[in-house]
């Protein structure tokens, strides 16, 4: 809408406005209908984004908890150029994890910069790219992009002058909460004065310390827009969910019992596993259960189609490699993606050269391939944030499948001591949840009159 007023009042830079001559202006008015009928007027489904931004325009910090696939990317770049069109920021800086998903941005604010009232330049730190110090030298009129590694020495750099009419944004902002981001960037934002977080899910369930951290350094949720909230609006896709059930076998008792027996002897060697490193030891044998495998062969025999345009996530390379053996046995077209191997791999896959994709933790968070249609979760963490981030690969609308209905499969660990509590399997619970997600459908529209 700025875009446009700056247009209509011959305020748009390079571009000059003149009157419209009457003679042709009348001679256009000759073709003009007498009779003025109502047409119907489609919804706008996007109209969480106008929401999100004036939430973040009247708080000038916090979080946007917005369901992947839903526009939180495109919501931060219109942000940019708000505050760019009102002359409030001269500097901008974007940080993220993963070098796939800064390059999605480099690409996003390639696109975006020509929108904004007055020219800024990007410069990148992540990767092979090294250009922080030449943003330090001067950072006004500049958007750096950087890995939150590098992101600590160029916030130190920002006076408390520039810090006024600085925005940043850290996309995927539950990540920030981390040890190490909290030792290298504690207090280094305190004087930015617009700070904007993204994330799907940005609490970090069982690290109350992250969390509190990453309050203090962005901000509160400020607007919130969720799966359920993206599906009834058509902005995601519905799923069906599929729910294996399993049983542990013989081997994955021993392998717990192991976890048991290294926590009584660090017990007594005075060096005491915590509850939760417990946990995790455990969650780590479920998530690399042997017992699924012949499970999952039983199920792609009557539905090896899932494993069209599927990303399957596993806990470790070496459980990957016993998925892979399975997968071979009813399509040729896949590929592994483990961190560390190269991005024309992803590439390959979004091109549809590749159908399927054996990968760990690399595609949970960020990238957009629409054609996606299914997710396998041999691995789950307990909190849902992982769930989300994955499931959400497979939920974006795809232009040129219009009929598309994702699919979700899962595995459910039996477990007579899940209804009481077990900190170690959240299964049914994830079940429940997702078996009431998976219920929601796109609501009809309704049309209003013009």
Avoid at 153 to 160: D, E, F, N
Avoid at 250 to 270: I, K, N
Wanted: glycine fraction near 4%; hydrophobic fraction near 35%.
């Amino acid at each position: 809408m700025d875009n446009f007023e700056r247009l209509w009042s011959n305020n748009t830079r390079g571009l000059s406005v003149v009157p419209f001559p009457d003679a042709a202006r009348n001679r256009l008015l000759q073709f003009r209908t007498t009779n003025i009928t109502q047409v119907a007027v489609p919804p706008n489904k996007w109209r969480h984004q106008d929401d999100a931004i004036e939430c973040f325009s009247r708080a000038e910090r916090g979080i946007l908890e917005m369901a992947t696939g839903t526009g939180k990317t495109r919501t931060a770049l219109r942000i940019c150029e708000l505050l760019v069109c009102r002359n409030d920021v001269d500097t901008i800086v974007v940080s993220a994890d993963g070098l796939d998903l800064l390059d999605q941005w480099h690409f996003h604010l390639l696109s975006a910069l020509p929108q904004f009232s007055s020219r800024f330049v990007i410069q990148r730190h992540y990767g092979t790219h090294y250009e922080r110090d030449r943003f330090m030298l001067d950072p006004r009129r500049r958007i750096l992009l950087a890995s939150r590694p590098a992101l600590a020495p160029a916030l130190r750099s920002i006076g408390a002058r520039n810090a006024h009419r600085t925005l940043l944004i850290h996309d995927e902002v539950h990540r920030l909460g981390s040890p190490a981001n909290r030792a290298s960037l504690a207090g280094l934002s305190d004087n930015i004065r617009f700070r904007l977080g993204l994330s799907a899910t940005p609490e970090r369930e069982y690290d109350q310390e992250g969390t509190e951290f990453v309050e203090r350094h962005v901000g509160p949720v400020i607007f919130q827009f969720g799966l359920a909230d993206a599906i009834r609006k058509g902005i995601l896709t519905p799923f069906t969910y599929s729910p294996i059930d399993y049983d542990l076998n013989e081997d994955d008792r021993r392998r717990l019992q192991d976890v048991y027996r290294r926590a009584e002897a660090r017990e007594r060697a005075g060096d005491p596993m915590s509850q939760e490193e417990i946990w995790i030891e455990l969650a780590r044998v479920h998530k690399t259960s042997m017992a699924k495998l012949p499970l999952f062969n039983e199920f792609l025999k009557h539905n090896s189609d899932i494993l069209e345009r599927c990303i399957i996530f596993v806990e470790t390379k070496e459980y990957g490699e016993e998925v892979l053996r399975i997968v071979h046995r009813y399509r040729h077209d896949f590929h592994t993606y483990y961190s560390g191997e190269d991005s024309e791999t992803l590439r390959r896959f979004a091109r549809g050269e590749i159908q399927c994709l054996i990968t760990c933790h690399r595609l949970s968070e960020g990238i957009d391939i629409k054609s996606i249609t299914s997710v396998v979760l041999f691995s789950s963490a307990r909190a849902p944030l992982e769930t989300i981030q994955r499931m959400g690969r497979c939920l974006r609308i795809d232009p040129d499948n219009p009929e598309k209905r994702a699919r979700v499969v899962d595995f459910i660990r039996n477990d007579p001591n899940a209804a009481n509590g077990d900190p170690t399997n959240a299964d049914s619970e994830r079940r429940a949840w997702l078996l009431e997600l998976s219920a929601v459908e796109p609501e009809e529209p309704e049309y209003g009159l013009r």
